[in-house]
């Protein structure tokens, strides 16, 4: 006898664990995955919902980032909606942050945080299908130079906001593909 061979006895056995798993293969063969940009359960897609979305106007020039990157994102590049049958909310707001003091005392890497509310109504109700808030950051570097510092903040702002509209995006296309 090898010491292969040794503890067994007769044909293998799989035991509690193969069981387990059978049993866990069970109960998630009824999860409903499906791709996000594949058909509604309505029949229409989730590309059709989302150019179907109005962006209400903003006031601030992250504000304006934010919603650019949303218009485009959501048509594609095609600009704005002529038959719009949902309206999106934002508001936005930009913060910074110091994130390290040099031995001078001064704070030489800065972090900007772009934090946009939500809210997506269908035109005509005041009824609230979807209301989340998005966060995008980015951070940037300060020189002794004014004009460096002040475009690497705005550069950073552009970042984040676009990183803001992305999640909105993901966010809103989960929700249209779960038919709200």
């Known amino acids: 006898m090898s010491s292969y061979d040794r503890g067994r006895r007769g044909p293998r056995s799989f035991g509690p664990a193969a069981g387990l798993a059978l049993l866990a293969a069970f109960y ?12 509604r359960p309505d029949g229409g897609s989730v590309g059709q919902a989302l150019r179907a979305v109005q962006i ?17 994102y959501m048509t594609g590049g095609a600009g704005e909606v002529s038959d719009p049958q ?7 707001a930009s913060s910074q942050t110091a994130l390290g003091i040099s031995r001078t005392g001064s704070a030489p890497v800065y972090s900007v945080t772009v934090t946009a509310s939500y809210a997506l109504t269908r035109i005509g109700s005041e009824d609230i299908l979807v209301r989340e808030t998005a966060r995008g950051t980015a951070s940037y570097d300060r020189s002794n130079q004014n004009y ?3 475009r690497a903040k705005l550069d950073a702002e552009n970042r984040a906001a676009a990183a803001a509209a992305d999640e909105i995006r993901i966010r809103l296309a989960a929700a249209t593909a779960a038919g709200f």
Do not use: H, M
């Open 28 to 39: 998630l063969s009824g999860c409903t995955v499906q791709p996000v940009y594949g058909s």
């Open 148 to 150: 460096a510092n002040i």
């Open 56 to 72: 209400d106007s903003v006031d601030s020039r992250v504000a304006q980032e934010v919603r650019n990157k949303l218009v485009f």
């Open 86 to 92: 949902y309206r999106l909310k934002l508001r936005v």
